[in-house]
């Protein structure tokens, strides 16, 4: 069953707005990864929280004031990274800040916190969170200083335990162990995370590829639509006037024959604005008219800028269309005429919800009024399609340059 054939409007609002996060195109994997991430953190770090806090009560009963300084500086923040990471709102900082102040309290631990001899030999709950430590810093920092601190962390508790049990040989076989199970467990860690972080970065340029590929062709289908009305039109209209003109004899038909090629040059005119009611006319952003106006200019090679003001708004879809339309024979008009000397593109968005769009250049200019009637770069494609749409054109030549301005307001 061939595929239905899509209308310029529907075309149009089919390609998805690169200034956009809201679309169904625009769900990036990469936040759905660190979301993803944020929360198997989460759970994982409560557990060795709640796992650590069993031993730390009990030992503070026999400890100094500095053990339950160092148990307070190091729950709080890391409370906060756990509420962080479940909302998905300052993740970063929260658990950047976790990160340092364990570090912290950790390298203070054998100086603050003096502990009886009978609990000197089991291993503190500060232990239990080393590679929350760890994971912390994976959401935190960039990827080299992540490894870094897979790395030096482990190396330090190694030494506050060692420090601990005054560098007794006990000491150092267990310490030893525990430093290479967290090591290992640190880097393994981190290399995940590194790794989903790569493939989530992966779909989402293969995406972003998909996504302008298809706006490309969306596009190419738009136009080549517009074309075969324009071609249609052509034969049934223009050429048909063509055809009474030359076969008029008397006074009366020709003057029918003019009426004909008047009204076909009317029609020509006014076909976008016939075309643009087809489809549905959803709201277009700012930022999509600018990627079509950059890509009109990309296609000419024309080494030139699209400016973009005011805050960006949203114009129905048809007016959207002949903006774009009417500019690019704006930009086309200067590339040909002017050979593109001093072209300038603004884009900008009103406070009234309107919209208006000037194509600049500082070519020799042209009279207006000179231009003959069958010419319809300017009559058809700039002030008619402007028109269909309840927008003005006003166009300013003189011999220091040529100002096209396409203004739309709501009414």
């Known amino acids: 069953m061939p595929a239905e054939s ?51 009560i009990p030992s503070m009963a026999d400890a100094n004031i500095g053990h339950a300084i160092i148990v307070g500086a190091v729950y709080v923040p890391f409370a906060a990274m756990l ?77 506050v335990r060692l420090v601990q049990g005054e560098f007794s040989r006990d000491f150092w076989v267990r310490t030893a162990f525990d430093v290479s199970f967290t090591l290992i467990l640190g880097i393994v860690i981190i290399s995940l995370g590194w790794m989903f972080r790569s493939v989530a970065s992966g779909v989402d340029d293969a995406r972003g590829h998909a996504v302008a590929s298809y706006a490309a062709a969306a596009a190419a289908a738009a136009a080549e639509e517009e074309r075969v009305a324009m071609s249609a039109l052509m034969h049934d209209s223009v050429l048909a006037a063509l055809i009474a003109a030359e076969r008029a004899e008397s006074d009366r038909a020709k003057e029918l024959a003019v009426a004909m090629a008047r009204e076909a040059l009317t029609r020509l005119a006014n076909t976008e604005a016939a075309v643009a009611q087809e489809g ?54 200067a590339v040909t005429h002017a050979g593109g000397r001093g072209l300038h593109v603004v884009a900008e968005c009103a406070d009234d919800d309107g919209i208006q769009v000037t194509v600049s250049d500082s070519g020799t200019g042209f009279d207006l009024e000179a ?41």
């Open 6 to 56: 899509l209308s310029i409007r529907e075309a149009w609002n089919l390609i998805p707005s690169p200034g956009s996060t809201e679309t169904e195109f625009e769900r990036f994997t990469g936040k759905r990864m660190e979301r993803i991430l944020a929360i198997v953190v989460a759970i994982g770090s409560a557990v060795l929280g709640v796992q650590a806090l069993f031993f730390a």
């Open 83 to 159: 509420v962080c990471c479940l909302i998905g709102r300052g993740v970063r900082a929260a658990s950047g800040v976790f990160a340092v102040v364990y570090v912290l309290a950790l390298a203070v631990w054998p100086n603050v916190v003096t502990i009886g001899d009978g609990l000197a030999a089991e291993q503190p709950w500060i232990f239990y969170f080393v590679n929350v430590g760890v994971v912390a810093a994976m959401l935190a920092f960039p990827v080299r200083v992540q490894y870094a601190w897979a790395v030096a962390v482990p190396f330090v508790y190694g030494y």
């Open 280 to 333: 549905s006319d959803e709201p277009v952003g700012l930022t999509q008219i600018v990627t079509e106006l950059r890509r009109a200019l990309s296609e000419l090679g024309v080494d030139a800028i699209v400016e973009e003001r005011g805050v960006p708004g949203m114009i129905p879809g048809r007016v959207a269309r002949a903006l774009v339309l009417a500019s690019r024979q704006a930009i086309g008009n």
């Open 371 to 411: 231009i003959g009637a069958d010419r319809l770069g300017i009559r058809a494609s700039i002030l008619a399609r402007m028109a269909g749409v309840a927008g003005t054109a006003h166009i300013d030549s003189n011999p220091r340059g040529t100002i096209v301005t396409l203004s739309w307001s709501p009414a």
